[in-house]
């Protein structure tokens, strides 16, 4: 109730300057269909309808400085109840004002927004502030209260709000013109660490780190740019079988561009799942139960053989604690029939997985390895737009692997439409067919209307 009220009060504030300002309004609605059938289970259908609104509002002070940016959605489920939360659920992603000086590329925002200052991103209901200062340095600071989504369950979501009850932190940069920036940043999130309540708790959702970043162009040909992140808290918190580590993540990714035709890329992330992800409510990051490390290592070769032909090479090795270690190694390849506006591609890689572990006696451990083949089509004609993708996957060991239920192979095939009716009217929609290990055949489709419009003050566009 509390997210609804906020939205009607920014919406209401919108509508009142509206006359006034420069407003955008974009909206996209979604309407879904899921049909599963899974054996020994009842057959239901899913109709979630989710709606995405947002409201841009610009020169409130009638100039370009001071702006209004509200986001927000809202979904429900026609059919059964299929979501943790309920049959009806919705948030703020995020409300904001903000006000951009003339001078120093200095901004200020207050309301509800994503912190993304070399720490990874980390919603928050509070203030920001950032500027240029001289000599290439540059200094942001953030403080307010963590946002904490409903994505926990009822026991950990008090306990989470809190231990998450105040976030701060800051980065200060420096940048140089032709070579690059260079930064370091802190974050706090929360005060209240498990081990220092009254009555401990058992998992601790605070973060405290300072991180290291840059983007660097050292030569006209090679671009790098990464992070470190490194766990300063007093509890420390060690995954299970694992030495003590201060590395809450390493990210890093170097380019190549060897000639016209040729690019190289190298990727290296290493992550403490458990000091990284500790105190996150962000729905696309989940929330982190991993009970070890991760490392990863990667390399890609892009080649445009000719124009409109490009083939791409690529190779990944991941290590997990908790899974063992894995690799993928494969080629893609893309044609753009730029006269008849046709994209088309392929590819095929090879997934080579360490044996799992089993407690059925007959099968004490089965592979994971697995073979990925995919084709795609992408066409455009005027108003209209299709596309119509195919993917398989092929199990080395679907006998003794147990999650397969004795099924070798999955496909699925997902076919797009879409329809630009006006030029800020697009209708489109997607209708997929599956058959996996987990529901044998299910059908999904999707209906997505995007809108958008502006009004603007006399004399504006």
């Given at each position: ?198 009555v401990p708790a058992p998992v601790d959702y605070t973060r405290k780190q300072i991180a290291g970043d840059l983007k660097l162009v050292p030569v006209s040909f090679l671009d790098v740019t990464g992070r470190t992140v490194l766990d300063v808290s007093q509890n420390q918190i ?157 199990y080395t060991d679907a006998d003794n692997n147990p999650n397969l239920n004795g099924q070798s192979s999955e496909t699925a095939v997902v076919a797009s439409l879409g329809y630009k009716a006006k030029e800020n009217l697009r209708v489109s929609g997607d209708l997929s067919a ?28």
């Amino acid at each position: 109730m509390k997210h609804r009220i906020r939205l009607a009060l920014l919406a209401t504030l919108v509508t009142g300057t509206a006359v006034a300002q420069d407003v955008t309004f974009s909206s996209n609605s979604f309407v879904q269909a899921w049909s599963p059938k899974t054996p020994g289970f009842s057959q239901n259908t899913a109709f979630p309808v989710t709606e995405y609104v947002g409201v841009d509002v610009a020169k409130l002070d009638g100039k370009d400085a001071l702006s209004l940016h509200v986001y927000g959605w809202g979904m429900a489920d026609l059919g059964e109840q299929t979501y943790i939360g309920g049959k009806n659920t919705g948030d703020l992603t995020y409300g904001y004002v903000q006000y951009d000086f003339k001078q120093a590329n200095a901004q200020v925002r207050a309301g509800r927004f994503t912190v993304n200052q070399g720490l990874g991103p980390a919603p928050l209901d509070g203030f920001e502030a950032r500027t240029d200062l001289v000599h290439g340095f540059m200094v942001s600071a953030f403080a307010g209260t963590p946002v904490v989504f409903k994505n926990y369950s009822s026991n950990d979501q008090n306990q989470v709000g809190y231990q998450q009850d105040f976030m701060f932190g800051g980065r200060l940069g420096w940048r140089a013109a032709k070579v690059g920036e260079l930064g370091v940043s802190f974050l706090q999130d929360g005060l209240h660490p498990a081990q220092s309540l009254a009555v401990p708790a058992p998992v601790d959702y605070t973060r405290k780190q300072i991180a290291g970043d840059l983007k660097l162009v050292p030569v006209s040909f090679l671009d790098v740019t990464g992070r470190t992140v490194l766990d300063v808290s007093q509890n420390q918190i060690v995954a299970p079988n694992t030495s003590p580590s201060r590395i809450a993540e390493h990210d890093y990714k170097a380019t190549a561009k060897l000639n016209e035709a040729l690019a190289l890329t190298a990727t290296y992330v290493e992550r403490n799942f458990f000091a990284y992800y500790a105190g996150t409510t962000l729905p696309n990051l989940f929330k982190q139960n991993e009970q070890g490390l991760f490392k990863a290592t990667g390399a890609s070769l892009v080649w445009t053989a000719v124009p409109g032909l490009q083939l791409v090479g690529d190779v990944r090795r991941t290590d997990r604690a908790s899974y063992g270690t894995s690799t993928r190694a494969g080629v893609d390849g893309r044609y753009n029939l730029t006269d008849k506006h046709v994209l088309v591609g392929a590819g095929y890689h090879r997934i080579n997985a360490g044996a799992a572990q089993s407690v059925n006696p007959l099968f004490p451990s089965y592979s994971l390895s697995h073979s990925e083949m995919r084709a795609w089509v992408m066409a455009d004609r005027g108003p209209y737009t299709g596309s119509l993708d195919v993917i398989r996957l092929q199990y080395t060991d679907a006998d003794n692997n147990p999650n397969l239920n004795g099924q070798s192979s999955e496909t699925a095939v997902v076919a797009s439409l879409g329809y630009k009716a006006k030029e800020n009217l697009r209708v489109s929609g997607d209708l997929s067919a599956e058959s996996n290990a987990l529901y044998k055949n299910q059908v999904m489709a999707l209906l997505r209307v995007q809108y958008q419009f502006g009004l603007a003050v006399k004399g504006g566009k």
